[in-house]
């Protein structure tokens, strides 16, 4: 795509870092990725008043505000993470332009979408947030039937990008999954 836009090194700087992303989600799993980006930034103005913990009083919206200083109208989405869970310390960035996000065909993100839309699989992500589990876990934790049941769930997790089997009959959220799953659970609080 040979445009001449302000946007374009932006554009160029972020689908590097997602091939760094990429190559990080290759490595061993033991390995949690840090997608560390110059994110876009300049969000809509809709706060929520208790969206983060701020020990900065003066500027409660910190990161919207160097958000807007950062990514000027039409503005950009981001979102980012630095978590301590039971896979270890994570960080991660990501965030997009407006103008890319809105031009996007977005049918190809329903099947990660989609994959979460059951309450058992949510509660298996749940579980995977705390480390590395097998299928007995899960069943045994989760009171299910069957390991038919767990698996069926697990397979379209799997399909979704959010889980992955590092070793037969071992299931784990691949480190790179863990703040964008995080962010939308964040994203479907009502506040």
Request: glycine letters at 6%; aromatic letters at 4%.
């Given at each position: 795509m040979a445009q001449d836009s302000p946007a374009d090194p932006l554009l160029a700087r972020l689908e590097?870092?997602?091939?760094?992303?990429?190559?990080?989600?290759?490595?061993?799993?033991?390995?949690?990725?840090?997608?560390?980006?110059?994110?876009?930034?300049?969000?809509?103005?809709?706060?929520?008043?208790?969206?983060?913990?701020?020990?900065?009083?003066?500027?409660?919206?910190?990161?919207?505000?160097?958000?807007?200083?950062?990514?000027p109208s039409p503005g950009a989405v981001v979102f980012a993470g630095a978590i301590d869970v039971g896979l270890g310390h994570l960080e991660y960035q990501w965030g997009r332009p407006v103008e890319h996000?809105?031009?996007?065909?977005?049918?190809?993100?329903?099947?990660?979408?989609?994959?979460?839309?059951?309450?058992l699989r949510l509660a298996i992500l749940r579980r995977l947030l705390d480390g590395e589990h097998t299928v007995a876990q899960i069943v045994d934790e989760l009171e299910l039937g069957s390991t038919g049941v767990a698996y069926h769930h697990?397979?379209?997790?799997?399909?979704?990008?959010w889980a992955t089997s590092p070793r037969r009959g071992s299931w784990s959220i691949p480190a790179s999954r863990v703040v964008p799953l995080l962010a939308i659970i964040t994203a479907l609080e009502k506040g």
């Open positions: 590097a870092l997602e091939m760094r992303v990429h190559e990080l989600e290759d490595r061993a799993p033991s390995t949690p990725p840090s997608a560390p980006t110059s994110a876009p930034e300049g969000a809509e103005s809709s706060r929520a008043s208790d969206a983060v913990g701020s020990t900065d009083v003066a500027d409660p919206f910190w990161a919207l505000t160097a958000l807007k200083e950062h990514e996000l809105l031009a996007a065909d977005w049918a190809e993100h329903a099947e990660p979408v989609a994959a979460l839309g059951h309450p697990l397979s379209a997790l799997q399909s979704g990008g």
